[in-house]
């Protein structure tokens, strides 16, 4: 009975919270095939029956010349940059958090925890005013409106949350591990990239999603680093946001944008259900 | 044999193409024909800028957005040039033309922005050329959009758009008998489009919270832009003008030019901002948060009664397939019966309201000085505005170009083009034309740092209409910042740019 | 050791300190400019920036707001993510599927789904008020009364970040070890106690780090403002990230906006450091 119960409510939590995490996307749906018509005659969700559907919400995202936005060159340029910064971040993101984990740094008073708060504390800081110093540091390198550029900054934005996560899950490891690995006559260096690599996939891999996901949807740095030859995700979908507020393109933009993300997060998933890091090794 | 071949059958073509640019009507591009002139589509087709790069930012699409990118396409292929357009939300614009600016980076050959930052960004600008200043496109401009593209005697902007504020009203209502009959019976007025702001107010009441279109939805009386950093400070300029500016005081609307002492909590202004308060009552719900797209969805899209901000809202009703097309019509802005008289410190009452229209800021272009192409980016702006191309982008709504010349205050135009009522189309006219007319005007304040007055102004403004403090008090607050901010950028400096701006209200030129 | 131990870490410090050392010094520089539309560059002014910050009761009080709505949101993600990763921990139908949906809000582009929001929440348009009144009730002022555009602002944070909590607390949940719980189990523990005494405590410095971080981001919560409220009503909402927003770029007075950066960036820093270790000794006496 109360076993019943429990699952009763288990499955009534997941519905509501489900149904709070879809609704949006939704809404979003119906909207991007609406046009002004549609929408100023107040809230309306079924097509045909209560509006007259429309294409162009998506029409204008693969539009050239002036009536629309072109956002495949934006989509694989996003890509590159996410990609490449997420990749540099999590390398080394991955070696300075296992070093956080197992040896013990000093430097005057300055400990580990200080360290990796160092890490973090870079994320602190609003970035409007970090824009004017990274756009002189990148005009001094000649790295404007680029793609390197812009992967150079985001390593900044990226790199600490990497390594934040990953002292979490190196914590987790049991240093029995490294011991076994020493023992058997590895160095640490040798230790870490046969041993613990491997065993702490499950933390790369949220470590490399959360990379992803922050690198994918920044916006502002994206904004004002760039001028007219490169172009991000973010910045050519609110290339559309005029006087009016197209809701409709903006609904279809924001469906398109999550689409490679989600695919990503099945792969996630994957891994972190196999990889019961701590089962592996017992 | 076949290098032969290959080079004959290239020559071939090249022959070919270059009679069919002789033979040229350039309908293909969606104007009606070309219009002769120094910028016309014949003109740009034999200059060859092939193998050279512009580089354009402007506003989102499609307002402003979308003609900068379907003309400059145009441009690349008459000319040869490669043109490379970005396109910006309008809060992001500025820092994005500045932060270059600042450091020295030339980003952009060719910018469009709000003709409101002409004082902050005058100094980065490339002067029009005297050339460009005597083609017919540009003669016929008129004096007010010279006006707002002169930085003391120098045309730094090149007018593209002609904006300002009116009033829009739903015809179906106004001069709808039972309607009148009804608003007559239960208030004992008579129905009749507000020429003040008092009596604006009182008609959005009545028409506040109940349906009067019979479409089973509840409507509203007014729909004003009223989100903080939406551009809210516009639409509270067009409340306070006719109590402010009292048509035989000169010397400055937002500041007394010989003292340069802030206006903005003197009488006339709290009085405008108590109006703005109280109309509060006859916003639809979340009135309080409407930016300008949500105005122009509420009026265009038949939910409330008045409105008054920029073109787009009554373009948007214009639409085709609108369900209030031809229900709608302009007039001028109200007016005030009293006005406060800064130079007596009294209200001076006046038979007939006093207007002051507003001539709000809208979408100007230029060019950067530290642009390596300003001949092909002078002859981009030109071939943008030229009579041909304003007369096709006049006529779609969602582009954002309104009347700038004289040439476009003909009804007829409106009429046969876009096929809206005659009665509409002389009103429309007629309201904006008037404007020109005006003797009694105000223009934004064109000074270095209007962005930390105008933020600053809407700060105080949104505290009083969210009741967290009187009109009176937020104003003396706003004031206190204007002050602090003279003191910041240098008190010459601040009057220096005003003068500009007082010598185009008292019509000194 | 000693080199083994920097192989690890220097790569790492180095290039993050590369990259943002200059950008860092210059903003503290900066603050002590006059930097503004009109005089871009760097001349001396001495303190005046912060004299004038510290009584610029806007920035105090947006401080204020800042930290009530980033420790309401922060602390509604993670219980609402504690308990979703408790409920999709072991065996639940669906599971993948589940999962990956409950993950998918962080993956929008925060700027884009907050227009989205902003459409849904509009109060007359909007899909909200059109079900509240379905239910018969009165429509709901979202986004135009202080306690309502608070709350509205706090509800789309919570939709888009309570996945994070949720991911790193499920990864931390599937990475425990399974000897307490058969411990657990031997002693005759039922559900509750279990998590009480084995669960919780063993989430406890997973659960400190991600509070941690989710304040760090939270705390930064702009464009969820700017786009639902701007700040308002009156200035109801105003944070102080956002009102570095108005005071940098709209205003664009970089001086100004570097020092008050800059006093943001000390304030956190202090108060993080305190939570830090208030969290850590909570749990160690655990």
């Not at chain 3, 100004?256 to 160690?284: C, E, Q």
Request: proline share 5%; with cysteine.
């Amino acid at each position: 009975m109360m076993r019943t119960t429990y699952l009763l409510l288990k499955y009534t939590a997941i519905l509501i919270w489900s149904s709070f995490v879809v609704l949006p996307f939704l809404w979003a749906l119906t909207t991007s095939f609406k046009t002004a018509h549609g929408i100023t005659s107040g809230a309306t969700y079924i097509p045909w029956l209560q509006y007259e559907p429309s294409l162009e919400g998506w029409k204008v995202l693969v539009r050239t010349g002036g009536a629309g936005i072109n956002i495949v060159q934006p989509y694989i340029s996003s890509m590159v940059v996410t990609v490449g910064a997420s990749l540099i971040s999590l390398a080394l993101g991955t070696l300075a958090a296992y070093g956080l984990s197992r040896f013990t740094y000093r430097l005057g008073f300055i400990k580990n925890s200080d360290i990796r708060f160092f890490f973090i504390s870079q994320r602190i800081m609003p970035p409007i005013v970090l824009a004017i110093p990274f756009f002189l540091m990148l005009q001094y390198f000649g790295l404007l409106d680029s793609i390197i550029g812009l992967i150079i900054v985001y390593i900044a934005l990226l790199l600490p949350i990497a390594t934040w996560v990953m002292v979490d899950f190196f914590n987790n490891i049991l240093r029995e591990i490294d011991e076994m690995a020493t023992i058997d006559g590895c160095n640490p260096i040798g230790a870490f990239f046969r041993v613990i690599l491997p065993n702490s996939l499950p933390g790369i891999v949220v470590a490399g999603l959360f990379c992803l996901i922050f690198g994918w949807n920044d916006f502002f740095f994206a904004f004002i680093l760039t001028f007219t030859k490169t172009q991000l995700l973010p910045v050519a979908v609110v290339a559309l946001n005029s006087s009016v507020t197209p809701w409709w393109s903006l609904s279809a933009s924001a469906l398109v944008s999550v689409a490679p993300l989600v695919i990503i997060a099945f792969v996630v998933e994957r891994f972190l259900s196999s990889g019961n890091m701590a089962g592996a090794i017992r | 044999m076949k290098r032969y071949l290959l080079a004959s059958i290239l020559s071939i073509v090249l022959v070919a193409s270059s009679f069919g640019v002789q033979a040229q009507d350039y309908s293909k591009y969606g104007i009606g024909a070309d219009i002769p002139g120094a910028c016309s589509y014949k003109s740009i087709d034999a200059k060859d800028y092939s193998g050279r790069t512009l580089n354009i930012i402007t506003h989102a699409v499609p307002v402003m957005g979308e003609p900068t990118a379907l003309h400059a396409k145009q441009f690349e292929e008459l000319t040869g040039a490669k043109v490379n357009v970005v396109h910006v939300p309008f809060g992001d614009l500025f820092q994005r033309i500045m932060i270059p600016f600042q450091t020295g980076q030339a980003a952009y050959d060719v910018l469009f922005y709000g003709s409101l930052w002409i004082g902050d960004l005058h100094a980065y600008l490339e002067p029009v050329p005297a050339a460009y200043q005597q083609v017919s496109g540009m003669k016929d401009v008129t004096v007010n959009y010279k006006g707002v593209a002169t930085w003391g005697d120098t045309m730094v902007q090149y007018p593209v758009d002609g904006d300002r504020h009116y009033l829009k009203y739903r015809t179906d209502i106004f001069d709808n008998p039972k309607m009148k009959e009804r608003y007559k019976k239960e208030t004992g007025k008579t129905l009749k489009v507000p020429t003040t702001w008092e009596e604006y107010n009182e008609i959005a009441k009545y028409f506040s919270g109940w349906d009067w279109d019979g479409d089973k939805e509840l409507n509203y009386g007014s729909a004003e832009v009223a989100k903080r950093d939406d551009l809210m400070f516009s639409a509270f300029i067009s409340r306070v003008a006719p109590y402010a500016k009292h048509p035989d005081v000169k010397g400055g609307f937002f500041f007394d030019l010989e003292t340069m002492k802030p206006l903005v909590n003197t009488p006339g202004w709290v009085r405008g901002l108590e109006l703005f308060v109280a109309a509060q009552k006859s916003f639809p719900p979340g009135g309080n948060n409407f930016g300008l797209g949500d105005e122009i969805f509420s009026f265009g899209g038949g939910q409330t009664l008045m409105s008054y901000s920029w073109d787009d809202a009554f373009i948007q009703a214009m639409q085709s397939g609108s369900r209030i097309r031809n229900k709608v019509a302009a007039a001028p802005l109200p007016g005030a019966l009293e006005v406060w008289n800064r130079k007596t410190g009294k209200w001076d009452k006046f038979k007939t309201p006093n207007l002051a229209p507003y001539i709000t800021w809208g979408w100007t272009s230029a060019v950067s000085k530290l642009s390596t192409n300003k001949d092909m980016a002078f002859d981009y702006l030109c071939f943008f505005s030229n009579e041909a191309n304003t007369a096709h982008d006049l006529q779609i709504g969602r582009f954002g170009v309104n009347p700038f010349r004289k040439a476009h205050f003909d009804a007829k135009f409106w009429i046969e083009k876009l096929g809206w009522e005659e009665k509409i189309a002389k009103t429309y006219v007629k309201t904006l034309s008037d404007m020109d007319l005006s003797k009694n005007r105000v223009f934004d304040l064109r000074v270095p740092g209007v962005g930390q007055f105008m933020s600053s102004l809407a700060a105080g403004v949104s505290k009083a209409l969210a009741g967290q403090e009187t009109p009176q008090k937020a104003l003396d607050g706003v004031a206190e910042e204007w002050r602090q901010i003279v003191d910041r950028i240098g008190k010459e400096k601040v009057r220096e740019a005003y003068k500009n701006v007082v010598a185009l209200e008292d019509n000194l030129r | 050791m000693l080199k083994y131990k920097h192989f690890f870490l220097l790569p790492g410090l180095i290039v993050l300190v590369a990259i943002i050392i200059f950008p860092l010094l210059f903003t503290i520089r900066v603050s002590f400019s006059s930097w503004d539309v009109v005089k871009p560059g760097l001349d001396w002014l001495g303190g005046k920036n912060y004299e004038r910050l510290f009584v610029d009761l806007r920035f105090w009080e947006a401080l204020f707001k800042l930290s009530l709505m980033a420790a309401g949101s922060v602390l509604i993600q993670y219980l609402i993510g504690f308990s979703l990763a408790l409920l999709v921990w072991r065996d639940v139908i669906m599971k993948r599927f589940i999962r990956v949906l409950f993950l998918v809000p962080m993956m929008t582009t925060p700027v884009i789904m907050t227009v989205i929001w902003r459409t849904i929440l509009h109060e007359s348009l909007g899909p909200a008020n059109d079900i509240v009144r379905m239910f018969g009730f009165e429509h709901l002022t979202w986004l135009s009364t202080s306690g309502m555009a608070m709350f509205s602002v706090i509800l789309v944070e919570v939709w888009q970040w309570t996945p994070f909590m949720f991911l790193l607390l499920l990864a931390g949940l599937l990475s425990l070890p399974k000897e307490p719980y058969m411990a657990a189990a031997i002693d005759g523990a039922g559900p509750l106690r279990t998590f009480f005494s084995v669960t919780f405590p063993l989430m406890a410095p997973i659960s400190a780090g991600a509070i941690l971080i989710r304040l760090i981001e939270a705390s930064k919560m702009m464009e969820t403002v700017y786009v639902l409220t701007s700040g308002g009503p009156g200035t109801a909402t105003e944070t102080a990230s956002y009102y570095i927003y108005i005071r940098g770029l709209r205003d664009y007075q970089i001086g100004y906006a570097a020092s008050l950066s800059f006093t943001y960036l000390i304030v956190m820093i202090i108060s993080l450091t305190i939570i830090a270790k208030v969290m850590t000794r909570k749990i160690i006496r655990d």
